[in-house]
């Protein structure tokens, strides 16, 4: 699948329809019922829950440097608050999603220690 992807997590219904206001890209919100799916087939798939996750993410998938930095700005001018942002790697899109979570939770208290 080559489509631009947006996994997000944590969005109350009229922030994900905020979010959807970004041009060209398929939005699939990631539910406590996709957690234990892998990735790829989550992106294969879609959604099969209704109990949205805690955590506020937002994971891109197939998105160039630029359009990265396009939908960060995008986002930033929308004045929610601020999500985990991260990119799904050829390495990630295989892990199960509550692993690649958790490893983002993890990664997130590491750079907010350092500060």
């Not at 890209?25 to 996750?53: A, Q, Y």
């Not at 160039?64 to 930095?69: K, N």
């Amino acid at each position: 699948m080559d489509n631009k992807l947006l996994l997000i997590g944590g969005f109350l219904g009229e922030e994900v329809e905020l979010i959807k206001g970004y041009s060209d890209v398929e939005i699939l919100t990631i539910c406590d019922e996709d957690t234990d799916c892998v990735v790829k087939e989550f992106i294969d798939k879609g959604s099969s829950g209704v109990s949205p996750i805690d955590l506020r993410v937002i994971l891109l998938h197939n998105f160039q440097r630029e359009e990265i930095f396009n939908f960060i700005n995008f986002y930033k001018s929308l004045k929610l608050p601020k999500p985990i942002f991260a990119m799904i790697t050829e390495h990630s899109i295989n892990w199960k999603i509550k692993d690649l979570l958790y490893h983002l939770v993890q990664e997130e208290k590491e750079i907010r220690g350092r500060g």
